[in-house]
C-alpha cells in the first residue's frame, strides 16, 4: 500500500528521530500518536513501514504486509 501527499514533508532529522515516537508531531493540532499506532499494527501483522520525505514536497509511506 502507497499513501503519498503533497504537503510539507518532513525533515531528515524529525524521521530518523521522532517520525514513529509516540507525542512527537508536525502538526499544530496533532496529538502524534497516530502514526506509532500504525507501526506497531503493521509490525504485530509481520509487515513494516516505510517512508520518504521531502520538506517542501511531501511525503509517501509504504506498507509492506507479508502473503
Known sequence: I???DTGC????????NKL???FS???HKGLGIG????RM??????????VE???GEGTAFKVLLPV
Open 2 to 4: 502507497l499513501v503519498k
Open 9 to 16: 514533508g518532513m525533515s531528515p532529522e524529525f524521521i530518523k
Open 20 to 22: 514513529f515516537k509516540p
Open 25 to 27: 508531531t508536525t502538526k
Open 35 to 38: 502514526l506509532y499506532q500504525c
Open 41 to 50: 499494527i503493521i509490525e504485530a501483522h509481520g509487515g513494516r513501514i516505510e
Open 53 to 55: 520525505s521531502k520538506e
